[in-house]
Each structure stands twice: as C-alpha cells, then as structure tokens.
C-alpha cells in the first residue's frame, strides 16, 4: 500500500460517506481507495461544481462532504464552492494533490489559498503521520464544524506505507444533524455546548444567562423565535418551548421548511418574509435567535426587529451574539439542549398566540395568499405566476436548491417545501452559477426527493458543465430557468440610474435545446399554457430529467433586490 491509499482508507474507515470530485494524476490512488473502502464516487464535470455538491449533499445528509481534486488547478477550479462552504461552517474535506517542487507547473500555495477563503490547511508529510492526519482533519471537519483541506504531497503519496490503517474516529455520529433528526447525546452540534453557560446542564437545571432567558419567556407579551441553520435540527425542542412560551415561529432562509405543518409557522424572516411575517415579527417585544445569526439578510438590515424589542441569541459560538444586530442576551449552547432545558422552566402563557394571530395567519401566512396583478404576457410569464404553477404540478416530496440573482425570492418564495430537509441554499457568499450543482449533491443526499433546481440563466449558464452530470447519475430533477435573457440583478440595480447595459444583457439563448443535447426532456414556457408540458412531465415516467426554459417578465427588479442593493 501507498500513503495516497492509506489515507483514502482511513478516511473511509471514519464513516465519510460520498466523495465527489474531478479525478487526474495526484488524487487518482487516494479516490480510488475511497471506493474501495466503500465511499460512493460521484465523477463532477468541474471542480467547482464538485466542491458545491459535495457542500450540498453534507448540509443535507448531516455526514461529512467529501472534494477530491487534483493538484494546482484542480484545487483553483474548486475555489468559490470551497469558500461558500467554509463560510457556511459546512464539515467538509478537501482531498488534493501538492505539487510541492517550485518548477512544477502546478504549483502554488494550496495552503495559503485555503487559509485565505476561510478553510483549515493540513498536509501529510510522512508516511508515519497518514492515518493520523487524515483521522484528524475529520475531527477537524465534524467537531469544528470546518472546511479542511488536506494537502497531499505528489512524493509522500507514493511513499511505501507499512503497518494498518488504524482509525479510531472521533465520538461524533454526524457532522450535521440530518434532516429532521434530533441529535442524541452523541449528536454532532452539541460539540462545544459546554462554553460557560450552564444551559442544557442535566436535569434540567438552568443558571446564568438560560436562566435569565426563562425570565424573560416568562414575561414577554408578544415572543418570536427565529431559528437559523444552527437549529435545523431541534424542530421538537423548539416547538415544545414555543407552545409554552406562546411564541411565533420563523427561520432564516437557509433553515427554510423548519416549523412546517405550524399554526404559528411564519416561514422565512427577512427579505423572503411576507408582509404579515414581516409585520408580526416587528411587533415582538422579545427576539430569541435559535443557531441564527440575524443578518443584515434575515433582518432586513436590522429593519424587521423592533428597538424596543428584547434580543436573545443561543449559539454554539458566543462570537456571534455581537455581530449583525447585537444581542442584548446570548446563551452559549446547544438549541435543542437550551430549549429543552428551558422547557421545564416556563410556565404556559399566550403570549403571542391569541385567536385573532392565528386566523390571520391561517389567511395571509403564504405568499400566493398575496395578491398581485399576474403580468404575464407577449410570450413571457410573471415569475410569480410560474412559480405558484409549479409548487401546484411539483411533487410535495421535494429538495428546492437556489441559485443567486434577481429571480432567487420567487422560487424562495412561493414554492413550498416539506420540511428544513427540503430546501438548500448555498448563498452565504452569494456567488451565482452553484445552483445547479447544489440541487446535484442535495438529490444524493436525499434520493427519496424531487430536486428542483431554480437558477437564473445567467446561473445556469455558468453551470452547464454539470447537466451531463445529471443525466449520467439517472436523477429525475427539474431545472427551472427563470431566464430573462440577462444579468438581472446587474439590470435592476443600474438601469433606474441610467447606466448602459450592454454589458449585462444578452441575446435569446435556446437553453431547451441545451438541455435537450444532454438528453433532458425540455420545455419552453412563456406563458401559463405551457406549463401543460411540466404537467405532462410529472404524470410520465419521468425517466429523464426535465428543463423549464421559462421566459420571464422583466419588467421590473424584485423589491428584496433593492433591499439588497442597500448593502453594496
Ligand atoms: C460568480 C459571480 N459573478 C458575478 C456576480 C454578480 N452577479 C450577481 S447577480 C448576477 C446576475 C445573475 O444573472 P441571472 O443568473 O440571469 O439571474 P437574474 O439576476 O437575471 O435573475 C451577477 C452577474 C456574482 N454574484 N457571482
Ligand atoms: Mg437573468
């Protein structure tokens, strides 16, 4: 056995599950020893769309992503997807070949360019170390909740290796719980919940600042619990006190779908919201943010949170009580361990959940409950009404994935999802051209779902690598293209001042007959009508993957753009 197989295996051996990524000379041994040691290989067509798939398929499986890319370039190409993932605290390792000899053309600083997006630098260096290392840039990526590169050297990989791969992996069962999973004592985001606090002690026992906010659930009138990606995973702690507590419940987009099926679900908080979410979430006297950071995103730039309001925030990691809009209380913590320890505390009050809320939010809680004037028209179609068309024709049982530009809020918005397993966002860099391949890694994670893929067709046109991609892996997704035949967002954000646009418009490009040319079924929209192809798509055998090619109205820029535009 060579170090490139020894580390293969041991990776392996502590429960990776699906590697993806572009194979060429210096990851060939290591990938191959994954499979061998039974990881599923997903071949992308690009590394950047590995690097997304595999950030994708960890957010929603709860296991470690697994990247496995060559040397140089292989590492560059993987870049954006690497720092989306880093910035997202998504656990994943990175496998790449080091070119470590100056004259190589290969050869940069892969140590620095990962350092410099946010991601751990590890190297192997000797074959003693192999087994070691690669256990600890697991532990690394599961117990830090961090995107770790592990540079493998072109000489020490064809070092002979000499002894047995022996892994013991680190305690944890998951990186990330899964989906509508709650994380027993093992469960991987309690990692750390021990930061000073005593909240989540046994027993129930509260002290200190969780004691403080029991107070504080004790007296509010009028309490909101907004939880982020750091709570996908506590649904039941978190209704539980929130009946007690009498609180309305929202998310922020990435943890979209968590509180589905409540009569207190206000779905997203922030630029998503709705008006009435909007309007009851600033109405609150008390904020407790569950694993949510209250960005300028899910806040509206702070605007969707009263400043007579009381804020709170729970977090593994008391550097977030301080950044976007402060908090006036933090509990260092595990979600689901505070709020279950909270539980025994509260006593059961209305507090914001009178009769008179719950109609309102039985009326207005959804976006199609909103009315708007359908523009559709001259062969192009409101993205609204597209939208609403295909939450209608869709499976319920589906994995929503999203690019970035200006149509993202309509997919976001009226198209409904069954659960926080059913949504993946990948925009914490706000790059475009990932959706695509997040809607790939999402549909291995989650097999037993329709993938949906809303991009825009600038988007999806930075992406086309991948469409072989889902065809190859027989996925039965649905792309939807909102394409306005241009850089919208760009169009949007400079057109009102006058500025020239030719830079950021385009010709009409067949995105059907792309699609067709990898053996997709295809449809070209441009008006309610044609949305009969889509119907006729679900009712078959769905045998191939299916394009919408939507012409959409653009007319104007979606108004959660130009709230956006306030941060530029
Ligand atoms: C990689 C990258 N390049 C450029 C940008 C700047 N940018 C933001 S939105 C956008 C336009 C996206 O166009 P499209 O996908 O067609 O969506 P639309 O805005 O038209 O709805 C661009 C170029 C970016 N965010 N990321
Ligand atoms: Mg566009």
Same mark, same amino acid.
């Given at each position: 056995?060579?170090?490139?197989?020894?580390?293969?295996?041991?990776? %392996?051996?502590?429960?990776?599950?699906?590697?993806?990524?572009?194979?060429?000379?210096?990851?060939?041994?290591?990938?191959?020893?994954?499979?061998?040691?039974?990881?599923?290989?997903?071949?992308?067509?690009?590394?950047?769309?590995?690097?997304?798939?595999?950030?994708?398929?960890?957010?929603?499986?709860?296991?470690?992503?697994?990247?496995?890319?060559?040397?140089?370039?292989?590492? $560059?190409?993987?870049?954006?997807?690497?720092?989306?993932?880093?910035?997202?605290?998504?656990?994943?390792?990175?496998?790449?070949?080091?070119?470590? @000899?100056? +004259?190589?053309?290969?050869?940069?600083?892969?140590?620095?360019?990962?350092?410099?997006?946010?991601?751990?630098?590890?190297?192997?260096?000797?074959? +003693?170390?192999?087994?070691?290392?690669?256990?600890?840039?697991?532990?690394?990526?599961?117990?830090?909740?961090?995107?770790?590169?592990?540079?493998?050297?072109?000489?020490?990989?064809?070092?002979?290796?000499?002894?047995?791969?022996?892994?013991?992996?680190?305690?944890?069962?998951?990186?990330?719980?899964?989906?509508?999973?709650?994380?027993?004592?093992?469960?991987?985001?309690?990692?750390?919940?021990?930061?000073?606090?005593?909240?989540?002690?046994?027993?129930?026992?509260?002290?200190?600042?969780?004691?403080?906010?029991?107070?504080?659930?004790?007296?509010?009138?009028?309490?909101?619990?907004?939880?982020?990606?750091?709570?996908?995973?506590?649904?039941?702690?978190?209704?539980?006190?929130?009946?007690?507590?009498?609180?309305?419940?929202? $998310?922020?987009?990435? %943890?979209?779908?968590?509180?589905?099926?409540?009569?207190?679900?206000?779905?997203?908080?922030?630029?998503?919201?709705?008006?009435?979410?909007?309007?009851?979430?600033?109405?609150?006297?008390?904020?407790?943010?569950?694993?949510?950071?209250?960005?300028?995103?899910?806040?509206?730039?702070?605007?969707?949170?009263?400043?007579?309001?009381?804020?709170?925030?729970?977090?593994?990691?008391?550097?977030?009580?301080?950044?976007?809009?402060?908090?006036?209380? &933090?509990?260092?913590?595990?979600?689901?361990?505070?709020?279950?320890?909270?539980?025994?505390?509260?006593?059961?009050?209305?507090?914001?959940?009178?009769?008179?809320?719950?109609?309102?939010?039985?009326?207005? &809680?959804?976006?199609?409950?909103?009315?708007?004037?359908?523009?559709?028209?001259?062969?192009?179609?409101?993205?609204? $009404?597209?939208?609403?068309?295909?939450?209608?024709?869709?499976?319920?049982?589906?994995?929503?994935?999203?690019?970035?530009?200006?149509?993202?809020?309509?997919?976001?918005?009226?198209?409904?999802?069954?659960?926080?397993?059913?949504?993946?966002?990948?925009?914490?860099? +706000?790059?475009?051209?990932?959706?695509?391949?997040?809607?790939?890694?999402?549909?291995?994670?989650?097999?037993?779902?329709?993938?949906?893929? %809303?991009?825009?067709?600038? &988007?999806?046109?930075?992406?086309?690598?991948?469409?072989?991609?889902?065809?190859?892996?027989?996925?039965?997704?649905?792309?939807?293209?909102?394409?306005?035949?241009?850089?919208? %967002?760009?169009?949007?954000?400079?057109?009102?001042?006058?500025?020239?646009?030719?830079?950021? $418009?385009?010709?009409?490009?067949?995105?059907?007959?792309?699609?067709?040319?990898?053996?997709?079924?295809?449809?070209?929209?441009?008006?309610?009508?044609?949305?009969? &192809?889509?119907? @006729?798509?679900?009712?078959?055998?769905?045998?191939?993957?299916?394009?919408?090619?939507?012409?959409?109205?653009?007319?104007?820029?979606?108004?959660?753009?130009?709230?956006?535009?306030?941060?530029?």
């Amino acid at each position: 056995m060579i170090v490139a197989e020894a580390v293969g295996r041991a990776l %392996a051996a502590c429960g990776v599950g699906t590697a993806f990524g572009v194979v060429g000379s210096g990851n060939f041994h290591v990938t191959n020893a994954l499979v061998a040691g039974g990881v599923r290989f997903v071949a992308a067509r690009h590394e950047g769309g590995a690097a997304t798939m595999a950030d994708a398929y960890a957010r929603m499986s709860g296991r470690v992503g697994v990247v496995s890319v060559h040397q140089g370039p292989g590492l $560059t190409n993987a870049l954006t997807g690497l720092t989306e993932a880093a910035k997202s605290r998504t656990p994943l390792i990175v496998l790449a070949g080091e070119a470590t @000899e100056v +004259q190589s053309n290969f050869h940069i600083d892969q140590a620095a360019l990962a350092t410099a997006v946010g991601a751990v630098a590890m190297r192997v260096t000797s074959p +003693q170390e192999a087994v070691s290392r690669a256990a600890e840039a697991y532990r690394v990526a599961v117990e830090e909740r961090r995107t770790v590169l592990l540079n493998l050297p072109l000489d020490v990989q064809a070092a002979p290796f000499e002894g047995p791969v022996d892994v013991t992996p680190p305690a944890v069962a998951s990186a990330v719980p899964a989906a509508g999973s709650s994380p027993g004592a093992s469960g991987g985001s309690s990692a750390g919940a021990s930061g000073g606090s005593s909240a989540g002690s046994p027993a129930g026992e509260v002290a200190g600042e969780a004691a403080e906010l029991a107070r504080l659930l004790g007296a509010a009138e009028r309490p909101v619990f907004i939880a982020g990606r750091g709570a996908r995973h506590a649904r039941r702690e978190l209704e539980e006190l929130a009946d007690l507590a009498g609180a309305l419940l929202a $998310t922020s987009a990435v %943890a979209k779908g968590l509180f589905r099926g409540s009569p207190w679900d206000l779905d997203v908080s922030g630029g998503f919201a709705t008006p009435l979410a909007a309007e009851l979430i600033r109405g609150a006297d008390l904020v407790v943010a569950w694993g949510c950071a209250l960005n300028m995103w899910t806040t509206r730039h702070g605007t969707l949170v009263s400043p007579g309001a009381k804020v709170v925030k729970v977090d593994l990691d008391p550097a977030a009580f301080k950044t976007h809009v402060p908090a006036d209380l &933090g509990v260092v913590g595990d979600v689901a361990r505070v709020a279950e320890a909270l539980a025994a505390q509260v006593a059961p009050r209305q507090g914001y959940r009178s009769p008179e809320i719950a109609a309102r939010v039985r009326a207005e &809680g959804r976006w199609r409950d909103v009315p708007y004037e359908d523009e559709s028209g001259g062969g192009r179609i409101d993205p609204r $009404t597209l939208s609403i068309g295909l939450d209608d024709l869709l499976p319920r049982e589906r994995i929503v994935a999203i690019d970035s530009g200006n149509f993202m809020g309509y997919p976001s918005m009226f198209m409904d999802v069954p659960d926080e397993g059913g949504f993946c966002f990948t925009q914490a860099f +706000q790059s475009i051209g990932l959706g695509l391949a997040t809607a790939i890694g999402a549909a291995v994670a989650r097999p037993d779902r329709l993938p949906v893929a %809303a991009l825009g067709d600038g &988007g999806a046109l930075m992406g086309t690598a991948e469409l072989e991609t889902v065809v190859r892996l027989g996925l039965p997704m649905v792309i939807v293209v909102y394409d306005d035949e241009a850089y919208g %967002a760009e169009v949007h954000h400079f057109g009102p001042h006058g500025h020239p646009l030719g830079t950021v $418009t385009f010709p009409p490009a067949d995105l059907a007959a792309i699609a067709r040319g990898h053996g997709f079924a295809a449809v070209t929209v441009g008006g309610p009508g044609d949305l009969a &192809g889509v119907a @006729e798509w679900v009712d078959g055998p769905r045998d191939r993957p299916l394009l919408v090619h939507a012409k959409v109205t653009a007319e104007h820029g979606s108004w959660w753009l130009e709230e956006a535009f306030k941060g530029h």
